[in-house]
């Protein structure tokens, strides 16, 4: 009798284990699934922001303005509004030497990117751009510069 409750004791100890695992492949899959889906966010928000830089550098305002979204586009009437304020405000975006993407993270359904800028002054920047899904498609809804205190070489 005393080997038999050992080995149900056994038995319910590696049957609870199972359940533990199929739980934890159960949450692990669904959570892939949510990374792939951001990983995926990630890189086409990634070249929404370099094809609105890449517009500003030509001057393309039209471009650039239609990577805005729509609330964006409430507070600037027009292209040309648009394209003025940013060359005012936000020179180093509007004309960089060169940028890089830092770090990326999903908020309440936003996606925010941070990308380091090298304006022509070799000034280095810190632009946090948000994004958000209006529609099917992502949109900028803002971006917050801030300069470092070094100097690209």
Same mark, same amino acid.
């Given at each position: ?8 004791? %056994? +038995?319910?100890?590696? &049957?609870? $284990? ?5 739980? =934890? ?6 959570? =892939?699934?949510? +990374?792939?889906?951001? !990983? ?7 070249? /929404? /922001? ?16 239609? $990577? ?13 509004? $648009? ?6 405000? #936000? ?9 890089? &993407? ?9 996606? #925010? %990117?941070?990308? !380091? ?15 958000? =899904? ?15 205190? !070094?100097?690209?070489?």
């Amino acid at each position: 009798a005393g080997i038999f409750d050992i080995k149900k004791e %056994h +038995f319910g100890k590696k &049957f609870l $284990f199972m359940l533990i695992n199929i739980f =934890l492949f159960c949450l692990l899959s669904s959570n =892939l699934y949510s +990374f792939e889906e951001d !990983q995926k966010s990630f890189e086409l928000t990634k070249e /929404i /922001i370099s094809q609105q830089i890449e517009a500003f550098k030509i001057e393309d305002a039209d471009k650039a303005y239609s $990577f805005a979204a729509p609330y964006i586009k409430l507070r600037f009437d027009n292209s040309d509004v $648009f394209m003025k304020m940013v060359k005012e405000n #936000y020179e180093p975006v509007s004309n960089p030497k060169d940028f890089y &993407f830092l770090k990326s993270k999903v908020l309440n359904g936003d996606i #925010y %990117h941070q990308v !380091q800028i090298i304006s022509q002054s070799n000034k280095i920047y810190i632009a946090t751009y948000s994004l958000t =899904l209006t529609g099917s498609d992502w949109k900028i809804s803002g971006c917050a510069l801030s300069l470092m205190d !070094q100097e690209s070489v």
